[in-house]
């Protein structure tokens, strides 16, 4: 695993946090069940963790790679 994917998926799980906390305090001020506000909790910690660390990491990586001189 690369530098810049650890980097990434730890910037993603401190992101995927927060925007789970506000999707389940959002959900569940709006009167629904916590049952519904968990789902779309774990929905957008899921999709920010996707996208921020898996695609992002990747792509950092990539680019790393390409950038490094050759010895």
Known sequence: MSEQLKVALVRAVIGA????????????ASGQPLKVAG???????????????GIEGTIDAQAAKAVQPTP
């Open 39 to 53: 789902i779309g909790a774990g929905a957008a910690f899921f999709s920010y963790l996707v996208l921020r660390g």
């Open 17 to 28: 946090v927060i925007a789970a906390g506000a999707t389940f305090f959002t959900t569940a």
